[in-house]
């Protein structure tokens, strides 16, 4: 019956409905509704629901505004892991990542040098005490872009293509001097926007699904507003240094 009353409707308004050449046109004079509500104007133009997902700016989460941030790992009460991540707060380009097992350091990434197109990087491994090897590598980029803004619930991706030359390595020593040609991809997926609570604040944040490449795995993650990083895998914040 509903059927049939807006169908007849449709044909009443001021409506002409034409066959010829094995095809039909419905031409109807004036809006269309749908409720009460507009969904068609009389000029043709689609005037219906146009919401659509949050767009989110990933980069105004990535981004940190601090001196440093510190994660820990305590699923294993007999080694507990730290994380310490320091940056430049006016800048939110990263320092130093270092990796503590019971407040020993056993792995670090310090950036020593950098320009728009380049940096230099060092890496200290010491899980074995006895055997600390260090490594210098020059990065020079051709392209190293920044998270774009993107719907939520969608895929966020960038990238870093570059050479990438060994300039120190005592544990490998025959490797110095080495250029690698590199394509890095970094992306996740921004599943939803949440609150963080931590002491007296609670941050603006997005929590994600990010794809590990040099793992070849995605890992849970959390990103606040002028915080960056404040969660991945089983590491949860433990301060803020400002």
């Given amino acids: ?17 034409m066959a010829a050449n094995d095809h039909a046109v419905l031409n109807v004079e004036g809006e269309i509704q749908i409720n009460g509500k507009t969904v068609i104007d009389q000029d043709g133009n689609w005037a219906g629901n146009n919401s659509s997902s949050a767009t989110i700016n990933v980069g105004e989460y990535a981004t940190p ?20 991540l320091t940056y430049v707060p006016t800048s939110g380009m990263m320092v130093k990542e270092e990796e503590f097992i019971n407040g020993e350091s056993v792995w670090s990434m310090e950036w020593l040098e950098r320009t728009n197109t380049s940096n230099k990087i060092k890496i200290t491994n010491s899980y074995d005490s006895q055997n600390v090897c260090i490594r210098e590598v020059l990065n020079t980029y051709q392209v190293s872009n920044g998270y774009p803004s993107v719907p939520l619930g969608t895929l966020a991706a960038r990238a870093d293509v570059g050479t ?79």
Wanted: aromatic letters at 10%; charged letters at 20%.
């Fill in 1 to 17: 019956m509903k059927k049939f009353m807006m169908t007849a409707l449709a044909l009443m308004v001021s409506s002409t409905a």
């Fill in 65 to 84: 505004k601090v001196t440093q941030i510190q994660l820990v790992d305590a699923t294993d009460p007999e080694n507990v892991k730290d994380y310490h």
């Fill in 164 to 242: 990438q030359e060994t300039i120190l390595d005592n544990c490998f020593p025959e490797n110095v001097g080495q250029k690698i040609d590199f394509k890095d991809t970094m992306s996740m997926i921004v599943a939803a926007e949440i609150t963080y609570p931590f002491g007296d604040q609670t941050l603006e944040c997005i929590y994600a699904s990010q794809f590990l490449n040099w793992v070849g795995e995605y890992q849970n993650r959390v990103y606040c507003k002028g915080v960056g990083l404040v969660e991945m895998g089983n590491y949860k914040l433990k301060d803020i240094i400002q």
